[in-house]
């Protein structure tokens, strides 16, 4: 690889809906809101924006070529429109890269999840390959078990460790107007809930939500030209792990740890302390600790340890938002993540969250954290 | 006034396994032997097997015997029944690491306190084979 | 713009029906061609960008979960792109910007399809808007019926006949392909007499289903220069789509088309399409295809492409060849069929296209349409920069 990307590019806007359980409105109806509210955002009309890069799943939408069915909602009639299979975090990294190659001076990523219409558990035992993993359906919340079971068992950390994460994010969701989880929850609550796949608890589970995201990226003499405060992109990055579960080191987030090493290397940041917000997507509770570890705040096994001497001392935002245990439209949900760091990086998130120098998010998509995406923002 | 419209979907696959797995198969359904397959490069024993090293890229062609027994390395439990589901809530997801592998092997075994992380465990033949996964209808501990 | 060149091609032998090899193996044949004819290894490769058609014709959600590992390294970046049947030269490009970025040096561009697997009817009525109900394209004859009978009525110049000609232009050429599907020829006679699918459709008028996979490796013009002697390097590229329910939307002659071929030649620097281009290679899922791309696309003017193939101009003898592989006439993975296309254009500037090599080929096409042909894309590649 050769390293960094010589243009600036920055994110100028942002919108997101209010992620709820099930919203009575098309998939379409929340694309195009958060298009047009994203625009609004930062005063540029869909004439100015050259591509749009969208994500989601056909399995999940239930269509085949449901990009086709998302180029009116885009605005995006004669101009390119590029659908990334994928997590919306990793369709922002390929728009970032669009632009990075001077064809293009702006870019719209957006991306929308409508879990209701669908029956989730059966798309994620769709991404297993055939012969020896789907024939045991293993889904999301298997897979995740089995990773938390090799995570614990590896370090000696007794899963009631987890709680401690829900607990802070459920208290930070609750002042996120967005979150389709705004309640807090007791310590306690969590360790009583009943186990959904042991050692997986209920309420260490992400809710499935229905919501729609979008960021517009421009290239840096455009951000300047448009006298709001950019989040600067300075780093990128995404990798994916092995495939058959079996063949897997499952103790550790591979590919997290990859994205996040080569967006962090791209960005110029030696030490994870050098960040100050993280915006991570975890869709089960011990998966904060896995992030914790792969982007490095602290070394593996040591995941909890880490959260209980933030709680104790202060250190970077964790999850501000409330993560995806508060709000999880998937796949749209890193960009949720990656629009929530630009709030903080910017000074326009919710209310008492200032102003943040540099801000990092990172997704996650596939069986037990398979592939993940990662970008790095800074202000000004 | 918003409504749904529903539709189910029911497209029948049939997923060409190619020869290394398709291998596999056989051995398991004809003899009950399980096979892994020996990464050239890396030295790699993967089971189940596959034509290429997921770690290291390379073309994998050898196919050696494992098992026929194994270590439990890792346990989740289903608590909740599932249509299709292998074997009937509540149940046990294991990855065990077959006698000869380096790799573990995803399956089931019955609901049991006595699997955790350390079991030897063997399979469970089904009644009828017919080449899939599942002609081990589950694991069970050796000592049964 | 930073240069980006070709180093490598590589196909799979394209087949009705490849069940020799699961879905992994396949891809990766056509991968191992590539990063051999490349002369790098896997751990090379910095980023893999994968493309294919719906989800739904294998059957397997997110599938570059299940097929980056089978060529990549674990743990490096996979990404696969998805646009209806551009998907294959989205593919390309998408790959080209990883590259031009500045980011990735070497980069795996692939497309795959392996209908085989699942059951394409049921696949393509799952393309209907649950809510609206629409028709998909590629492979499903329909809306391509209308496009040629809109095309017909509107041209006095070009008859049924020219898109039996197209027919037997294409199928001679796939006999000088080795990686082609169909390597037999058929006569004029035989495609008119073929039976009707959708008016003015015949059977022979129609691409073949097919698996296959196609590959190519990207690089910066640092490594190119050292890997390859004679690379194909990108010097055009435009990528347009059009509003599905757009009432106005023309498919004899698709604006999204013509403006994608515009994009590419304003960055190409080709003011006369025709004479400036050696070869063409366009996406004709439907023999009359090839004659509304020639137009869009600007290697005649509208109403003109029937004179222009009896002239034999298109043919691969002719002063703009178009589809000296055969096309999709003789090999369509529908996912694929844009990146063999690009393959295709690429290895013809690199002088490398064997039987079915156009002399002294220097600067080529590739297009590729999608969806309800509402997605088009162009790409342009030169022996030099």
């Known amino acids: 690889m050769s390293g960094g990307f010589a243009d600036e590019v920055a994110i100028v806007g942002w919108a997101q809906t209010e992620h709820r359980h099930r919203v009575d409105e098309t998939p379409m109806g929340l694309i195009n809101r958060v298009v047009l509210d994203s625009l609004a955002s930062c005063n540029m009309s869909i004439r100015e924006i050259e591509v749009i890069v969208d ?121 996120n107007p967005y979150a389709q989880l705004r309640s807090q929850v007791t ?55 092995s495939h058959y579960i079996g063949s897997r080191d499952l103790h550790r987030a591979v590919a997290a740890a990859n994205a996040a090493t080569m967006a962090k290397q791209m960005a110029g940041v030696e030490d994870a302390a050098e960040v100050d917000a993280f915006e991570m ?43 995806a245990l508060c709000a999880n439209p998937l796949p ?35 069986l037990a954290m398979q592939s993940s995406a990662c970008m790095i923002l800074e202000s000004s | 006034m918003s409504e749904t419209r529903e539709q189910r979907s029911n497209v029948r696959y049939r997923w060409a396994t190619g020869e290394t797995v398709g291998a596999f198969f056989s051995a398991l359904r004809d003899s009950g032997r399980l096979l892994g397959s020996v990464c050239p490069e890396c030295g790699v024993v993967a089971c189940p097997p596959a034509s290429y090293c997921e770690r290291c890229g390379a073309g994998a062609t050898e196919l050696r015997e494992v098992g026929p027994s194994g270590v439990v390395m890792t346990v989740a439990r289903q608590c909740e029944g599932f249509t299709g589901a292998p074997l009937e809530a509540p149940f046990l997801y294991l990855l065990i690491k077959m006698a000869g592998a380096d790799t573990t092997l995803l399956h089931v075994a019955k609901d049991d306190e006595r699997v955790i992380p350390g079991t030897v465990v063997v399979p469970e033949y089904a009644a009828d084979r017919s080449g899939t996964i599942m002609d081990i209808a589950y694991f069970r501990p050796e000592e049964d | 713009m930073r240069p980006v060149a070709v180093v490598g091609t590589g196909q799979t032998k394209h087949a009705q029906r490849r069940i020799d090899v699961s879905l992994p193996e396949m891809v990766r044949e056509a991968a191992t061609a590539a990063m051999q004819d490349a002369g790098v290894k896997p751990a090379e490769i910095d980023a893999v960008v994968m493309g294919s058609g719906p989800e739904i014709f294998e059957g397997v959600n997110f599938p570059d979960h299940w097929l980056g590992p089978a060529m990549a390294v ?91 000609m197209v027919v037997v232009k294409n199928r001679r050429n796939g006999t000088l392909n080795s990686h082609a599907q169909v390597r037999r020829e058929v006569t004029l006679e035989e495609v008119m007499s073929s039976r009707p699918v959708a008016e003015p459709i015949k059977l022979l008028d129609c691409a073949p289903s097919s698996d296959g996979a196609a590959a190519m490796v990207l690089s910066s013009e640092r490594r190119a220069r050292k890997l390859c002697a004679n690379p194909a390097w990108f010097v055009g590229m435009g990528s347009c789509s059009e509003s599905t329910y757009a009432p106005h939307m023309d498919i004899a002659y698709p604006e999204s088309c013509v403006r ?74 529908i996912g694929a069929c844009g990146l063999i296309r690009q393959v295709e254009a690429a290895t013809q500037v690199m002088g490398r296209a064997g039987d079915h090599q156009v002399p002294g080929a220097k600067r080529a096409l590739a297009h590729a349409w999608g969806g309800a042909i509402q997605f088009n894309s162009v790409t342009i590649f030169s022996s030099e920069l």
């Open chain 1, 187 to 241: 310590r306690e609550a969590v360790l009583a809930s009943a186990d959904w796949t042991h050692p997986i608890r209920k309420l260490e589970v992400s809710p499935a939500s229905d919501g729609a995201c979008a960021i517009v990226m421009v290239e840096g003499s455009i951000a300047e030209r448009l006298c709001v405060e950019p989040a600067w992109i300075t780093g990128i990055g995404h990798s994916m792990d």
């Open chain 3, 74 to 164: 674990a743990g490096k970046p996979v990404i696969r792109v998805e646009t209806g049947g551009t998907a294959g030269s989205t593919t390309g490009i998408a790959a080209f910007h990883y590259v031009a970025s500045g980011v990735f040096d070497l980069v795996l561009a692939i497309g795959y399809e392996k209908l085989s697997d699942g059951d394409t009817l049921a696949g393509m009525s799952r393309v209907y808007d649950p809510r609206w109900d629409r028709d998909f394209a590629p492979g499903a004859p329909g809306l391509a019926g209308l496009q040629a009978r809109q095309y017909l009525d509107r041209h006095a110049h070009v008859t049924e006949q020219h898109g039996g």
């Open chain 1, 281 to 323: 997507c975890e869709f089960f509770a011990y998966q904060e600790f896995m992030f914790y570890e792969a982007m490095g705040l602290c070394s593996e096994g040591e995941g909890p340890g880490f959260l209980s001497e933030q709680a104790r001392s202060g250190g970077p935002l964790l999850n501000a938002s409330g993560g």
């Open chain 1, 332 to 366: 749209a949900t890193g960009l949720v993540r990656l629009a929530d760091a630009a709030a903080l990086v910017t000074g326009r998130g919710a209310a008492g969250t200032g102003q943040v120098k540099r801000a990092l998010a990172i997704g996650n998509n596939g």
């Open chain 3, 260 to 333: 994608a071929a515009q994009q590419a030649y304003q960055m190409a620097w080709i003011y006369d399409p025709p004479t400036e281009l050696d070869l063409a290679e366009v996406f004709e899922a439907f023999s009359f295809q090839e004659l509304v791309w020639c137009e869009a696309l600007g290697l005649c003017r509208p109403g003109e492409a029937g004179r222009l193939i009896e002239s034999g101009a298109t043919g691969i003898e002719g002063s703009i060849p178009v589809n000296p592989s055969g096309g999709a006439l003789c090999a369509n993975p």
């Open chain 1, 55 to 175: 994500s989601g799943s056909d399995f999940l939408d239930g269509t085949a070529t449901s990009a086709g069915l998302a180029v009116d909602a885009c605005g995006a009639h004669f101009k390119s429109l590029i659908r990334v299979a994928g997590d919306g975090l990793l369709a922002a990294v390929y728009a970032l890269l669009r632009i990075a190659s001077g064809v293009a001076d702006s870019a719209l990523v957006v991306s929308y999840g409508k879990s209701s219409e669908s029956d989730i558990a059966e798309q994620a035992r769709a991404c297993a390959e055939p012969f020896f993993t789907r024939p045991m359906g293993l889904d999301a919340v298997s897979a995740a078990a089995l990773q938390e079971s090799v995570y614990l068992g590896r370090y000696g950390i007794s899963r009631d460790a987890c709680a401690d994460v829900v607990v802070k994010n459920r208290a930070a969701g609750a002042a």
